[in-house]
């Protein structure tokens, strides 16, 4: 099917899920939808992501046909990619458009054997550095996008921000001190093809010392960056920058900031981190879905067009990873004035590290071993750990808490025929 054709005779209902701000991409591309396919109704149905992902399962094993269509997040990937649960999308036609899309993200949603492809890309999320330009002026700090990326290559530099915007009790450089040493496994590379743990890394002691640092001086708010403390802080320039996905932006701009035009600057990573990618979704078709045809419409429209993904890359900053939709100059190059008009623009900076970033193992332990880095590193510094201590805390408690699930992804590619003892 040609997505960009349409096709006015297929029809029926169709019920989309996911979580915020997908529900904001997919009613900005709608309107192209239903152009092209006048006769699919679509019904959005989006609550929190780990609700999402909750209901999503429970229909799944239940064969129940709660979703038509469904958002997976990328940490969530390895754990559906070998689901009989979920349709194949090559049965579907889905070969056809596979070298329009950004080959690593593919990649991670073919299942183990190599036989299917259980969920089509949306979105990749080159990591960024925003911060608040307004506070950063009155610190004496830099603001060009380009300048502060270089005063911030360093920890020094880092720690020097840090101290100059801190205001005790009132004003601090970042949410959380451990998300300087998160950012450096932000690209979600925790194994390599052996599954083996790969926590050490050249410069992750450098970091961790930072950290201790931070956190000693009190440089950091110490609350977690996802929290409502941690939004309202970034709305008030009480916490002046955080680092995340490229999709952050559409964050700002639509539930954290949107008083914030002007207020706000996208730069590389601090700390000389490598380009990395911080999440990205994709879409799935539940096998138990009763209108497939229309489904496929509707993932093939909103992913696999340069109108549907550039609608959506407009109304919440996810950046394709449909190829050919980073083509059009008077989006990716165009003045973002919510960002002050920087040069470059926070999307053609996302188009320059997503150009740079490296293929990862995905495997089933990912969101585990993610979520072991914030709470086993602030274990860290409440223990008053150096930073091999840190590191050593953080090994054991990945080991320990993927340990069973672990088994369950050796059993996946022993079933697969692709595990080597």
């Given at each position: 099917m040609d997505a960009s054709a349409g096709d006015?005779?297929?029809?029926?209902?169709?019920?989309?899920?996911?979580?915020?701000?997908?529900?904001?991409?997919?009613?900005?591309?709608?309107?192209?939808?239903?152009?092209?396919?006048?006769?699919?109704?679509?019904?959005?149905?989006?609550?929190?992501?780990?609700?999402?992902?909750?209901?999503l399962q429970t229909s799944l094993a239940a064969g129940s046909g709660d979703f038509d269509v469904a958002m997976v997040e990328g940490a969530y990937i390895a754990q559906y990619r070998d689901s009989?649960?979920?349709?194949?999308?090559?049965?579907?036609?889905?070969?056809?458009?596979?070298?329009?899309?950004?080959?690593?993200?593919?990649?991670q949603a073919i299942s183990s054997d190599g036989e299917r492809l259980v969920a089509l890309p949306w979105d990749i999320g080159p990591a960024q550095y925003f911060y608040r330009t307004d506070v950063f002026e009155e610190c004496g700090l830099p603001t060009d996008p380009t300048e502060v990326a270089?005063?911030?290559?360093?920890?020094?530099?880092?720690l020097e921000a840090a101290e100059k915007v801190y205001v005790p009790g009132q004003r601090w450089?970042?949410?959380?001190?451990?998300?300087?040493?998160?950012?450096?496994?932000?690209?979600?590379?925790?194994?390599n093809e052996n599954l083996e743990l790969q926590v050490e890394r050249d410069g992750d002691l450098d970091c961790l010392n930072a950290v201790i640092k931070m956190r000693e001086n009190g440089w950091d708010m110490n609350v977690d960056m996802w929290s409502t403390e941690a939004y309202a802080a970034y709305a008030d320039g009480s916490c002046a920058s955080v680092a995340t996905g490229s999709w952050f932006g559409g964050f700002l701009k639509k539930d954290i900031d949107p008083e914030g035009s002007g207020h706000w600057g996208a730069a590389k990573l601090?700390?000389?981190i490598a380009s990395s990618n911080w999440g990205g979704s994709f879409l799935?078709?539940?096998?138990?879905?009763?209108?497939?045809?229309?489904?496929?419409?509707?993932?093939?429209?909103?992913?696999?067009?340069?109108?549907?993904?550039?609608?959506?890359?407009?109304?919440?900053?996810?950046?394709?990873?449909?190829?050919?939709?980073?083509?059009?100059?008077?989006?990716?190059?165009a003045p973002d004035a919510y960002f002050g008009n920087q040069t470059p623009t926070p999307k053609s900076l996302a188009?320059?590290?997503?150009?740079?970033?490296?293929?990862?193992?995905?495997?089933?332990?990912?969101?585990?071993?993610?979520?072991?880095?914030?709470?086993?590193?602030?274990?860290?510094?409440?223990?008053?750990?150096?930073?091999?201590?840190?590191?050593?805390?953080?090994?054991?408690?990945?080991?320990?808490?993927?340990?069973?699930?672990k088994q369950q992804q050796i059993q996946a590619l022993k079933d697969a025929g692709v595990w080597q003892e």
């Open positions: 006015s005779s297929i029809s029926g209902s169709i019920v989309v899920g996911g979580w915020p701000s997908g529900d904001d991409a997919f009613e900005a591309a709608l309107p192209g939808f239903q152009e092209k396919y006048p006769n699919i109704e679509v019904e959005l149905q989006f609550t929190d992501t780990t609700a999402h992902h909750q209901a009989k649960a979920l349709a194949d999308l090559r049965s579907l036609g889905a070969d056809s458009i596979k070298d329009d899309f950004v080959e690593f993200k593919w990649n270089e005063m911030m290559s360093t920890w020094d530099g880092v450089l970042l949410p959380d001190a451990s998300y300087l040493y998160f950012l450096m496994f932000c690209n979600r590379d925790y194994y601090y700390g000389n799935v078709i539940p096998e138990s879905s009763e209108n497939k045809e229309a489904a496929w419409a509707f993932v093939t429209y909103m992913l696999a067009t340069v109108e549907g993904q550039n609608a959506m890359f407009e109304a919440v900053d996810y950046y394709p990873a449909y190829k050919p939709a980073w083509e059009d100059a008077s989006i990716y190059e188009a320059d590290i997503a150009a740079d970033i490296k293929p990862v193992v995905t495997t089933m332990m990912d969101t585990t071993a993610e979520g072991c880095i914030y709470s086993s590193v602030n274990s860290g510094l409440q223990q008053g750990l150096d930073a091999e201590g840190i590191r050593s805390l953080l090994i054991s408690d990945i080991e320990a808490a993927t340990a069973e699930v």
